[in-house]
């Protein structure tokens, strides 16, 4: 997008401020203003994890298995204690409490103890005065491992019986969660249809590679355990360290530094954020372990490999009456959010498409590779991209147009999806005829060579349900005003996404302030009420309503205090540019003072019981307080000669619900673009003799400076009821619909289907060698495995009453 | 954070003291300008040298001089922005200069050289890995091992000469002054080279590439065409330098050079001579397109498949081709 | 003892021969602005100016700076005033989690001192070699062209 902009210059340590755009009805909701913590950003004055230091800090460096399955024998760290300037070895036999990021995954171990499964997974740590010297101290520790066979695939972990399965306690084979589940009567459906269509499509694992690597650092002192770590969500890390040190939460603070980007791959808690805590309390002395780029590889937690099936039928008229759909992920070594993962493979096609008949069957293996986990769009962007290709072909069988087939399908506002999700604000249409009206789809050139693809998605604001079962708030705020100023605090994590600025923007809003004089404690579980996390773009919508809680109650408070001492009557207040009704805020607030003594406000969110409206195995998965929508189209010339592709222009259309500052959500609009043009073209964790293949920024290939297309944003702005302000989220919905899109501009350019992402050249050529010698053309998975999946669970239907909500 | 290992560096105070340094510590050292290519192999533990002999500093190493004929002769520790921001050199000598601006990505070109570039180690991505990671995989020729970890019956290394720069110089004719214990000698950039992954380079202990002739471009047109996945930072997957004379569409001369398809670049005199006296029409250029890429061998060692690269070899020499018959030739200065 | 200028300073500091610019301004000087995401000169968080060329810190070593000046992203700012790429990066939202910002900043830089009025083309190339993975480089790209349209006093 360019910009008109003329040049406005300002001075270093003002706030950042006097934005334009907006809605006049707000003073800072709406206005294009730069991010609270813009100029710490731009001087280089932001302190990340790394950039932390503490006197007496030691170095940690952990060693990790070269082995993708192994058992331990023993460890033998002798020579690497002894080793001078080593100050501590710590083996798993120290910390034996498994953990995970939520009660149903909690098998990993900080350092693996009985056996290793993945190539990378840590075994041991050492605490040295310096970096090199706990390097070198971790070659000298002799681990004896015995080789056990590894997995390395999902047909591989299907097989029964098995060697030795990389978790005992998992059943048929290794495969660690499935699930079958039925919303209507499905087979009905088929046998009501005119027209019915399989396919299969593969979308290989990616990883965020987030550009700052992971830090954390700890320190032990008068009992209570600090640890800073560049976390997603310093309440699971703050949950794990009290597990696994066995400290009472009371005695462990976790806070979240400034965040160089995390995508979902800082979100479980991770090995070295326990064992920098733990080897702190050994020594006494703060701990610091930063990892290497190859590490956060290791670590992983991407996005999964999926290799899906999906069945569909339609009548003559393009209406859907039954889908079936089943996915297989691979998910490496560990549990992680790969429950939930697995879930989210199946939850969101009703939320985006009005299917009267549903099933699923998902199947989520373990594989001795990296543990798979949450990226941006959680388990979504997989069936998302079969989706939308399926609708595709399905579009072609009818020779219907595949914008009006989906249109035909459409899920409505205001309805009750068949698995019982709560669909309220949804501008599915409207960014569906935006992007079509700014790309000239349906008018678009047809030539060889040039394509365009259309896609739309549905994505959550927040997760219905936390990451473990309670039911506490999901996030919360206090306020605390007085003669020294305002201050927020919330857990919430800014990752980079701006939710500080959006706290800041929200409470300022409120008390008729600008953003900079609300000052901001964020993300530190010592000093804020809990919120659970950056993830699931949840941040917004939760905190963003529980801070608008917390500052509506000061705001009356500070009212009703300035009207009794102005005399006036509290309704006649108004709340703007720094004044409340005749007096500053200032006076406002000596005289709330005076009148009450210490001013404090909370607040607080949890989603409302009616987002779900069926209780079933994996329910929690899938209900969310509001479902944004995205559409996108992708123009491109693919070369029918050499198979490459180069993506000129990106339409998208967002369903922002309101955009509470427009440079943040451009900045994640386009963001959330490139992250999918880079999982549509070049991203992938792939292995090679049970090895990654591309453990570096050089050989990981994402899009660069110089590969990116120009891109179009259209937000659509129809203000959700319960969103803050009318906000939804829009960190990860616009990332969906880009990928299939460009699969589907392929098609449009050159007439064959890549069935599998990333698509690489070879694969275009493959298809077209395929379309040359009069075979199926089309490059991708040929079947889908044989799964046990156990009966389905028939799910009645939401009754008529909640289905109209 | 990734750190280098621990060495000495030294500082000769000109090209006979660094040789006599390089030749004293012998394999314990390594010759150092830019460092693009050396200190993340450093880093990765791939070699340990304990002494660096650093040459960026030698002003003999930096001048530039074009003779009277247009001949070009470049000191090895110039940058490759050096090259890419010098309009003369552009002009006699496009395809150089085009290579020159092909490798890596900007901020690298500010310091990587043009003797670093000649000599840039073979990669493969069995060997361009972390300590950690060739541990559990296990060592390979190149590593002191027994076994290339590619191919494991083969006795050679099949590491990939990754330079852009070498195949376009050998399709130029250019000639590199080395210098070494017994003085300077002068040979084509050609001989530099040697088909084995684990020893490249055809240079003798302490020896130094100094300088880069390239001959006056004498009515010679060139192009070079660089195969990578993103447009900006990557390692040829391959690459096509071709030199070419024409007269009134006929060919008088050609010389064509594939780089990253084997542990040198290569040059296919064979397949070319054909074309001299022959107009150079698409028909022509289709069918040495398609020869060169008979004769390519590249293996799975690097970004996508060799499969493809093989096929794309095709293409870009078409294109190399192409481009080369349409570019300017220089006027004699 | 290594004698180092850095944005306009004079540094003396002890140093071993093995370390990168990268360790001396991060772990020597505190200057922790200077960011890293590779240390192999693979992602470019690490760029900073000798003598206003980009250079890769974690690939140079104290025996190759010589005299020349380095400039990190703590010395872009004119004093209280900030640079125009600054004030433009914030503008238009080029930092989001901000990790990219340094070297992205010092590699504009040097693009605008060289080619004032640069094609969105050239921006685009001349930022090609720092990777950044929040903002699709849109943004970024953008608060470029607008940072060259800033008074020429101004840089």
């Known amino acids: ?805 | 954070m990734l750190r280098l290992p621990r060495f000495s560096y030294l500082r000769p105070a000109s090209v006979a003291e660094a040789v006599a340094m390089l030749a004293d510590h012998g394999d314990r050292s390594s010759v150092i300008a830019g460092g693009t290519d050396l200190l993340p192999k450093m880093k990765r533990r791939q070699v340990q040298p304990t002494v660096l002999v650093g040459i960026a500093h030698l002003e003999a190493l930096s001048h530039r001089e074009t003779t009277a004929s247009g001949a070009v002769e470049i000191g090895a520790s110039r940058t490759l922005t050096s090259v890419l921001k010098d309009a003369e050199l552009a002009h006699h000598q496009p395809g150089y200069a085009q290579a020159a601006g092909l490798v890596s990505s900007p901020a690298l070109r500010n310091t990587g050289t043009v003797g670093g570039n000649l000599c840039v180690d073979t990669r493969c991505n069995y060997y361009d890995m972390s300590e950690e990671w060739r541990t559990a995989s296990g060592s390979c020729l190149k590593t002191g091992g027994e076994l290339c970890r590619l191919a494991p019956s083969s006795p050679r290394c099949w590491a990939i000469s990754s330079s852009d720069t070498a195949p376009i110089a050998v399709a130029l004719g250019a000639t590199a002054v080395v210098a070494g214990p017994e003085g300077e000698r002068e040979v084509p950039v050609a001989s530099l080279y040697r088909d084995d992954g684990n020893a490249h380079l055809a240079l003798g202990r302490g020896e130094i590439l100094t300088r880069l002739r390239l001959p006056a471009p004498d009515g010679w047109r060139s192009s070079y065409v660089k195969l990578r996945r993103r447009s900006s930072m990557d390692f040829p997957l391959a690459g096509a330098a071709v030199a070419l004379k024409i007269d009134r569409g006929v060919v008088e001369g050609c010389r064509l050079v594939l780089g990253a398809v084997a542990s040198q670049p290569v040059e296919l005199s064979d397949l070319v001579h054909g074309l001299v006296g022959q107009p150079l029409d698409e028909e022509a250029i289709e069918e040495v397109a398609s020869g060169a890429s008979r004769l390519a061998k590249p293996l799975d060692n690097a970004d996508l498949s060799y499969v493809w690269r093989k096929r794309m070899v095709k293409e870009i020499v078409a294109r190399a081709f192409r481009q080369a018959a349409t570019s300017e030739v220089a006027a004699v200065p | 003892m290594l004698r180092l200028r850095v944005n306009g300073e004079t540094y003396e500091t002890l140093t071993e021969s093995n370390e990168t610019l990268l360790e001396i301004l991060r772990e020597r000087l505190g200057l922790t602005g200077t960011k890293h995401g590779c240390e192999l000169g693979e992602c470019g968080a690490c760029t900073v100016l000798l003598d206003g060329t980009p250079v890769l810190a974690c690939l140079v070593l104290p025996d190759q700076i010589d005299d020349a000046e380095v400039t990190t992203v703590e010395g872009l700012a004119d004093g209280s005033v900030l640079h125009p790429l600054q004030e433009a990066f914030m503008a238009l939202g080029a930092s989001q989690c901000g990790y990219c910002t340094a070297g992205m900043l010092l590699s504009a830089k040097a693009l605008l001192d060289e080619q004032p009025d640069p094609t969105r083309e050239e921006i685009r190339a001349a930022l090609a070699g720092n990777v950044c993975r929040c903002t699709g480089y849109a943004s970024i790209v953008d608060a470029v062209a607008l940072a060259a349209k800033a008074p020429k006093g101004a840089r």
């Not at chain 1, 690597?213 to 600090?226: P, R, V, W, Y």
């Not at chain 1, 914008?403 to 698995?419: A, F, Q, W």
């Not at chain 1, 008018?443 to 739309?456: N, P, S, T």
């Not at chain 1, 605090?489 to 701006?498: R, S």
Request: aromatic share 6%.
């Open chain 1, 1 to 805: 997008m360019s910009t008109s902009r003329e040049w406005v210059g300002r001075r270093l340590g003002t706030v950042p401020g006097g934005g334009e755009d907006g809605d006049g009805a707000f003073q800072v909701v709406g206005k294009a203003m730069p991010r609270v913590d813009a100029v710490s950003k731009v001087t280089g004055a932001t302190v990340y994890a790394d950039d932390l230091s503490f006197p007496g800090t030691l170095h940690c460096v952990l060693l990790r298995s070269p082995l993708p399955h192994a058992r331990i024998r023993c460890i033998d760290v002798q020579e690497a204690a002894g080793l001078p300037d080593v100050v501590a070895v710590l083996t798993g036999a120290a910390m034996p409490t498994r953990f995970g990021v939520s009660p149903s995954s909690e098998e990993e171990q900080a350092l693996a103890a009985d056996k290793v499964r993945y190539v990378g997974e840590p075994v041991a740590a050492v605490a040295a005065r310096d970096e090199a010297t706990a390097r070198e101290a971790c070659k000298m520790i002799q681990v004896d491992y015995e080789l056990l066979e590894p997995v390395t695939s999902i047909d591989q972990a299907l097989e029964v019986p098995m060697d030795e399965p990389i978790h005992a306690a998992s059943k048929d084979g290794n495969v660690h969660r499935l699930a079958s589940l039925e919303f209507g009567d499905v087979d009905e459906g088929f046998a009501a249809s005119d027209h019915v269509r399989e396919d299969v499509f593969f979308y290989e694992g990616s990883n965020h590679l987030a550009m700052e690597e992971h830090s954390a650092t700890a320190i032990f002192s008068d009992g209570q355990l600090t640890v800073w770590s560049s976390t997603q969500s310093p309440h699971s890390v703050h949950r794990a360290l009290s597990s696994v040190l066995g400290l009472p939460m009371r005695r462990v603070r976790v806070v979240a530094t400034p965040h160089g980007g995390g995508f979902g791959g800082k979100v479980d808690p991770c090995s070295h954020e326990i064992v920098v805590a733990k080897l702190a309390m050994i020594t006494g002395r703060p701990v610091k372990c930063t990892l290497t780029r190859e590490e956060v590889f290791y670590n992983h937690r991407g996005r999964h490999p999926v290799l899906m099936w999906v069945r569909t039928g339609v009548t003559q008229d393009g209406r859907i009456r039954a889908m079936h759909f089943r996915t297989a992920l691979d998910g490496g070594a560990h549990a992680s959010l790969g429950a939930a993962t697995t879930y989210y493979t199946g939850a969101l096609q009703p939320a985006t498409y009005d299917l009267p008949a549903y099933r699923f069957e998902g199947c989520r293996v373990f594989t001795n590779k990296a543990p798979c986990g949450p990226k941006r769009g959680h388990g979504t962007p997989q069936p998302r991209f079969a989706l939308e290709l399926h609708l595709d072909k399905l579009a072609e069988d009818l020779g219907m147009d595949p914008v009006e087939l989906r249109r035909r399908n459409y899920v409505r506002p205001n309805s009750r999806t068949v698995n019982g999700l709560r669909i309220t604000s949804c501008a599915i249409e409207k960014v569906t005829d935006e992007v079509l009206a700014a790309s000239g789809f349906s008018r678009r050139e047809r030539r060889d060579g040039h394509g365009q693809g259309f896609a739309v998605s549905a994505y959550l604001c927040g997760a219905g349900t936390p990451m473990y079962l309670n039911r506490m708030p999901h996030s919360e705020v206090s306020l605390k005003v007085d003669r020294g100023g305002v201050t927020v605090f919330c857990g919430a994590t800014d990752i980079g996404q701006g939710s500080d600025t959006v706290l800041a923007t929200l409470v300022a809003e409120e008390l008729g302030l600008e953003r900079g004089d609300v000052r901001l404690v964020t993300g530190d579980t010592g000093l804020t009420p809990v919120d659970l996390g950056s993830y699931s773009s949840r941040v917004t919508f939760m905190a963003g309503n529980a801070a608008i809680e917390a500052a509506r109650k000061m705001r009356a408070t500070l009212v009703a205090a300035a009207a009794e001492h102005s005399g006036s009557r509290p309704a006649e207040m108004t709340v703007a540019g720094g004044k409340i009704g005749p007096l500053s805020f200032e006076q406002a607030v000596a005289a709330a003072e005076e009148r009450y003594g210490t001013l404090g406000s909370v607040g607080s969110y949890a989603p409302p019981p009616s987002i779900s409206a069926s209780k079933y195995r994996g329910s929690a998965v899938g209900p969310s307080p509001a479902f944004s929508y995205s559409a996108a189209v992708v123009d491109l010339d693919a070369d029918r000669v050499s198979g490459e592709v180069r993506v000129n222009k990106v339409w998208i259309a967002h369903d922002i619900g309101r955009a509470l500052n427009p440079v943040l959500v451009r900045g994640q609009v386009e963001g959330g673009v490139y992250m999918g043009l880079g999982e549509a073209l070049m991203e992938a964790q792939a292995y090679r003799n049970g090895l990654l293949h591309h453990p570096s920024v050089l050989e990981y290939k994402t899009p660069l400076s110089s590969d990116m297309p120009e891109i179009e944003q259209l937000l659509v702005e129809q203000p959700d009821p319960e969103g803050p302000y009318g906000a939804k989220e829009v960190g990860q919905g616009p990332l969906l619909p880009v990928v299939p899109a460009v699969v589907s501009a392929i098609h449009d350019a050159l007439g064959v289907w890549v069935d599998e992402v990333p698509v690489t050249p070879e694969k275009i050529l493959r298809a077209l060698d395929a379309h040359a010698k009069g075979s199926d053309p089309r490059t991708g998975p040929r079947s889908f495995p044989e799964i046990p999946y156990p009966p389905c669970e028939k799910v009645a239907l939401p009754d008529a009453a909640s289905a109209t909500l």
